[in-house]
């Protein structure tokens, strides 16, 4: 293998699969970053077994040669050195040859680099899925969908199924559940080229969600979801991105959302979210996080949490709207500021079933998000 | 005690004491912030013993009414509710008002909160300080003299001496010296106001004063100091900052400074950062930055690394000036690194009394600073 190529390229693809590099692998193969190059380009690709990310960097793109090829070829790079020492290299044109042993040389300006390579026949291959499945979405809207859920996976390794976002499609309709048993965060949209397409139970880890996040450019794109038997693949410009589908079945959540309410709010999302935001500052000394609301008779609410050590603090909050019973709840409050955090509308809508049911917060000019917070059964 | 008070005001002041907060403190009473408030303003103190903040806010600022003073009084409220509650509330209006027992109220806006206070008489006094020995200096150049000096000391305990930076003030030559024994950092700088004003063996604790730097503001700024048997205190603006003069003697450094060099350079300071930042990233998976510079015949240098597992980085720089006799030395890279970032200067003089001699940086265009870094020993 022997290349001159592009340092912003090689840098940019080595940003996108360094996202799939564990600290804590057990495989030392998995450690490094593998590339392959043929005449067409060259592949980086990297994986932790439960991801796998895989960059194409083009020979040409747009009538500028990006890769010289003189012999391809493939190894494997330690990943961490291989990242930080091609983002500081001194000059855009890189030189790579790998020789006898794996062992590559790397040239730029006056830097010399001799990096111990490693046996690309030993790295892993990826799955081959089969493309009956797929979708398409626009990447800023899977972007808002993953974080407009993912806060409320579960972090406990004791119920692997709740680490990861519950997927569903049918008609037309994709969704995205995720609970950790004292909260739950939903999101619906509307696909337009999904006919005759249907999946249920396909669960993805929330922390492989976050990193794919991150891949996904802001503006003006499209990613392609292939959804096969135990893995999905997502396909986002040049980036390849595999993730296993986690094993299990997602408990039902559809029963645990009230249909009925008795008391319903409607209010400022940015005046509730400070409210509420001074109230954990103090809930949280108490470690409790316990935030009391309890509506008024002139249509406002009181927002209210107490320390025994630190104090107390009281907020008035009026309401656009405040109908049916009168009610005294108590919530996490830090549960309530990731809602708040996520939501778009200006104004959002609370409904209650009593302060022992679970509370249901939407957006008020959107009915595809729904959360659940489930309320603190205090004595006060 | 009842005022009413602006919210930017009290905040400014409150992020300036709020340094002297310490979480490990032993003394429920300096988990507080005090405040004193008289017609002429209200004063904040905090302290964690060794370094004591004090910050004024008067009653009027350039015709602006800062604090309406309806009934003076004291109150020591817990610090890290306070500094963060009073950071969000919602109106630039805030009333306090100190009820019996100490209990506080605030109110901003549609918010109310009830503090537990303490009593002031509680509080420790600040130490009366002789006002015999004052120097006063810009604020600029005290903050680049810390900087540029306090990375050198040692973050031992076992040594705590070399955990402070020695200042000493002869003949209005004020001087700053950091060392942990491995490398040294020195500046001075000319004073014009401190005709027959000397001091030595002033040691100040390197974490005090990176939160003196914290505190100065970056132009326009003077600082009084004044120097007393124990302590230092600092006059910024309406901000009285004490410290604790370390106890000990400094160990005289001066001996272990070469005079005579067997092999000077001068090189591009960027140039020469970058270089040993590649060499670094390598030493540093070895966990022993150990970089080796080697003259060349041809006016170059060359830096480079090495670790068995991953490879070898190989540098060359060419020197703006090199002579005297041929060298290879080993030294910490990340001490170099250390230095490189604080040396203002675009050139920079490097001088070797052999490989087993300290090395001494210094800019070119600049005498009073001067930075020592001794070598490793080592067989290649």
């Known amino acids: 293998m022997k290349i001159s190529i592009l340092k912003s390229y090689l840098n940019e693809s080595i940003q996108h699969v360094s996202k799939a590099i564990s600290s804590r692998t057990t495989i030392p193969i998995l450690t490094g970053i593998k590339l392959d190059v043929s005449f067409q380009g060259v592949?980086?690709?990297a994986s932790d077994t439960d991801i796998s990310i895989q960059s194409f960097?083009?020979?040409?793109?747009?009538?500028?040669?990006?890769?010289q090829i003189e012999q391809p070829g493939s190894v494997v790079l330690p990943a961490k050195f291989f990242v930080e020492i091609i983002k500081k290299l001194p000059s855009d044109e890189i030189e790579m040859e790998v020789k006898e042993g794996f062992q590559t040389f790397i040239r730029s300006g006056s830097t010399d680099i001799q990096m111990v390579g490693l046996d690309?026949?030993?790295?892993?291959?990826l799955p081959s899925i089969e493309e009956d499945q797929v979708i398409s979405i626009p990447g800023d809207l899977l972007k808002t969908m993953i974080k407009q859920t993912v806060f409320s996976i579960s972090t406990q390794e004791t119920t692997p199924i709740l680490t990861g976002v519950l997927w569903n499609l049918t008609d037309n309709e994709f969704k995205f559940v995720a609970t950790d048993r004292h909260r739950l965060a939903s999101r619906i949209a509307q696909l337009d080229n999904a006919d005759g397409i249907r999946f249920s139970n396909v669960v993805i880890s929330g922390k492989t969600?976050?990193?794919?996040?991150?891949i996904i450019p802001d503006q003006n794109s499209r990613v392609e979801i292939v959804v096969a038997d135990n893995q999905v693949l997502f396909k986002i410009d040049r980036v390849l991105f595999y993730s296993r589908i986690l094993d299990g079945t997602y408990p039902d959540t559809s029963r645990i959302i009230p249909t009925n309410y008795k008391t319903e709010l409607i209010v400022d999302t940015k005046k509730l979210s400070e409210s509420i935001d001074r109230a954990y500052l103090l809930s949280r000394e108490e470690k409790t996080n316990i935030v009391r609301l309890q509506t008024l008779e002139n249509g406002t609410v009181e927002i209210s949490s107490s320390s025994s050590e630190l104090g107390k603090v009281t907020e008035q909050l009026e309401a656009v709207e405040l109908k049916g019973e009168t009610l005294r709840i108590s919530f996490n409050s830090k549960y309530m500021l990731d809602v708040?955090?996520?939501?778009?509308?200006?104004?959002?809508?609370?409904?209650?079933?009593?302060a022992m049911s679970p509370i249901i917060i939407k957006p008020v000019d959107n009915s595809r998000c729904l959360y659940l917070i489930l309320p603190y059964r205090t004595t006060n």
């Open 209 to 214: 969600l976050n990193e794919l996040s991150k």
């Open 57 to 67: 960097i083009p020979a040409e793109d747009s009538d500028r040669t990006v890769v």
């Open 340 to 354: 708040l955090k996520v939501i778009e509308s200006e104004q959002l809508q609370i409904s209650f079933t009593g």
């Open 120 to 125: 690309p026949e030993e790295y892993p291959v």
């Open 43 to 45: 592949t980086l690709t």
